[in-house]
């Protein structure tokens, strides 16, 4: 199982850059990172995936370093309803040998005027 | 296309009683599952299912029985609601179980008080 660690809290500004760093020392070689975002009383949405490296999207972007224990949200220019919980996941596989994917309890940003 | 619908909303009920969580889902996802959210802990699997008549534990199972007779719902059953099942309740779905290329959708939630 591996477990991710994140900071609990961030606090930014408006147009400021934000970084959330998510470690996950025991990953698997086949996992995959993933990161959501959550309004307050909203389910969780996907925000982005990365396995190695740089992705970016319209979004966000997710470096991953080569030795793959830790990863890192970059959100660019915060505004206000940047304001979110962002959870950091990386796969587990059950008897099966599926993916079921499990949060742990997020990085909650709050974005101030 | 609504993606993931769960009723209903809100729910008070009294220890003891029992109740079945809506969660239908209209994307044609093989995986679903429920996780419950209370405060500071994140979210939480219950059980989940990766295909009609297929299901599994998650990481906090007592007291809840899932279902999944058909690809479009994952009911969640309450048999005799307890306070510590006062929570936040959400569906979610995805082609295969959230993994590469294929991300959770979920529902907007439902508010269960257990008094």
């Known amino acids: 199982l591996a477990k991710t660690t994140q900071p609990i809290s961030m606090d930014s500004y408006e147009g400021q850059e934000v970084n959330i760093t998510c470690s996950h020392n025991n990953i698997a070689t086949n996992d995959y990172i993933t990161w959501y975002q959550q309004f307050p009383s909203q389910g969780p949405r996907f925000i982005i995936q990365g396995y190695k490296t740089k992705v970016t999207n319209e979004v966000a972007s997710l470096f991953i370093p080569a030795d793959r224990k830790s990863s890192t949200l970059s959100l660019p220019r915060v505004s206000l309803s940047d304001t979110a919980v962002y959870y950091c996941?990386?796969?587990?596989?059950?008897?099966?040998?599926?993916?079921?994917?499990?949060f742990g309890r997020g990085t909650s940003l709050i974005v101030h005027p | 296309n609504a993606g993931v619908t769960q009723t209903p909303k809100f729910q008070v009920l009294k220890t003891g009683q029992s109740m079945t969580l809506q969660c239908a889902q209209d994307?044609?996802?093989?995986?679903m599952s429920w996780y419950r959210q209370d405060p500071g802990m994140g979210l939480r699997l219950i059980h989940y299912?990766?295909?009609?008549?297929?299901?599994d534990q998650g990481e906090v199972p007592n007291g809840y029985n899932v279902s999944r007779s058909t690809t479009e719902d994952f009911p969640l059953r309450l048999l005799s609601a307890a306070p510590s099942q006062t929570s936040v309740y959400f569906c979610a779905s995805s082609f295969t179980s959230g993994g590469i290329n294929s991300p959770l959708h979920f529902g907007n939630g439902t508010r269960l008080t257990v008094t």
């Open positions: 994307m044609n996802h093989e995986y």
């Open positions: 299912s990766v295909g009609a008549g297929i299901t």
């Open positions: 996941l990386v796969g587990r596989t059950s008897s099966g040998g599926s993916y079921i994917p499990t």
